[in-house]
């Protein structure tokens, strides 16, 4: 440990940004929203942290683009593109990237320096959770290649073109195929069980 505690402690010191702590325990503990994990909230500190410096320059953070330069900077085959594009920019990125911190750094500093406790989880139905969660990932990750299309004329439409992206079940016997909600709604794929 250092004058700082950890390295959560010493980020948040150097870059003035002490009060993430109170968002850090709220959203460990699910006020307001659902409890966060220390991979979840390491990320969310990660990407406010980017946040923070895109608006310092002047750069867009609408809509998602904060989160999504920060898959794309912690990529393998993308991360060069956006850390060359961010200092351009004016982006201290180096010390940025040195400054993201992983699950068990944020483990520690809730548990450690801010002496933070929770209750263990109640059983939840998660599986739908992250379903959705895949598909809005899954959008996330198709949006740049979509963008692309529209670009280069090969996709219109009379608004904006954006993917959208729904997981189907599929029957192994009968092979009908469902969207996950409305199988989950319906507690069934198809009917051939029935039949």
């Not at 593109?81 to 809730?110: I, K, M, N, P, W």
Request: glycine share 10%.
């Amino acid at each position: 440990m250092t004058d700082h505690g950890c390295k959560v402690c010493r980020v948040l010191d150097e870059r003035d940004a002490g009060h993430l702590d109170d968002e850090l325990v709220a959203r460990w503990h699910g006020e307001g929203d659902e409890r966060m994990g220390y991979r979840r909230l390491a990320d969310w500190l990660n990407v406010t942290l980017l946040r923070r410096e895109m608006e310092r320059v002047g750069l867009p953070t609408g809509g998602g683009e904060a989160r999504s330069r920060y898959e794309r900077l912690t990529g393998e085959a993308t991360a060069d593109a956006v850390q060359r594009l961010l200092r351009q920019e004016g982006v201290a990125v180096d010390a940025l990237t040195d400054d993201f911190v992983s699950y068990s750094v944020v483990r520690t500093h809730l548990r450690d320096c801010l002496d933070e406790e929770r209750d263990p989880s109640p059983p939840v139905e998660w599986e739908a959770d992250r379903l959705a969660d895949l598909e809005a990932y899954a959008a996330s990750e198709a949006a740049d290649a979509v963008r692309s299309l529209v670009n280069k004329g090969k996709l219109s439409a009379g608004g904006d073109v954006e993917p959208a992206v729904t997981i189907h079940v599929r029957c192994g016997a009968c092979g009908a195929t469902t969207p996950i909600d409305e199988a989950l709604a319906a507690g069934t794929v198809c009917g051939c069980r029935d039949a």
